[in-house]
């Protein structure tokens, strides 16, 4: 798991992406094609700038977020926000 502060940028996403314990997954193992990471960095950095443009936004649970194959995108398949009173 990795953490950072909003917002960050698509350097910060990068580094967040390689230390998750499975980031070789991603890079295409046992013949598989390599993920779309460029796809999940611009996922990190949107939502960490929607974060900072709505402060009401409390708690978001993303799950799962479906990545395809490179340059083929990111798709989050549900979410659950909750929201200040």
Do not use: C
């Amino acid at each position: 798991m990795a953490w950072r502060v909003a917002p960050i940028n698509r350097e910060e996403a990068s580094r967040m992406i390689n230390q998750i314990k499975g980031h070789q997954i991603l890079s295409g193992i046992r013949g598989a094609k390599p993920s779309d990471t460029y796809a999940i960095e611009e996922f990190l950095v949107r939502l960490s700038h929607m974060l900072m443009d709505f402060p009401l936004i409390k708690e978001i649970d993303i799950n799962p977020v479906t990545v395809y194959a490179e340059g083929e995108g990111a798709l989050a398949v549900d979410a659950r926000v909750i929201l200040e009173h």
